[in-house]
């Protein structure tokens, strides 16, 4: 069975930084993209970076600068490195795989067949 589990929320002062890992089992994504979303409350779930199967990183506006996405294929994983953190970066953070080619396309989430549980990071004042 494959699944993604997220690691590394947890809680942050605004202006630190914090480190997700995605870890795959079950199957290998290493020809997948792979992206990273988060929602918060109240609010749909939004894409926030990610690859797709041949191109990348692409990354959303609000967090273009401050957030690093890299991947590490021979141990199936991601990674979402997050700088300068916000308050309204505080959100469930969610892994996901994809196999579309498009950046347009990778940036919704009906393309995206596989996903983690999700992670909190909260981000206070």
């Known amino acids: 069975q494959v699944a993604l589990v997220e690691s590394g929320g947890g809680l942050v002062q605004a202006g630190g930084s914090m480190r997700l890992s995605c870890a795959a089992s079950?199957?290998?994504?290493?020809?997948?993209?792979r992206g990273w979303f988060r929602q918060a409350p109240g609010k749909v779930r939004e894409f926030v970076a990610g690859?797709?199967?041949?191109?990348?990183?692409y990354y959303a506006d609000s967090v273009r600068g401050r957030f690093t996405i890299s991947r590490d294929n021979a141990k199936n994983e991601v990674y979402l490195q997050m700088e300068s953190l916000k308050p309204e970066d505080t959100a469930v953070y969610y892994c996901?795989?994809?196999?579309?080619?498009?950046?347009?396309?990778?940036?919704?989430?009906?393309?995206?067949?596989?996903w983690g549980q999700g992670t909190q990071v909260t981000v206070t004042v």
């Open positions: 996901a795989a994809t196999q579309t080619e498009s950046p347009t396309r990778a940036t919704y989430t009906r393309y995206y067949p596989y």
């Open positions: 079950g199957g290998t994504f290493s020809n997948y993209g």
């Open positions: 690859f797709t199967t041949n191109g990348g990183p």
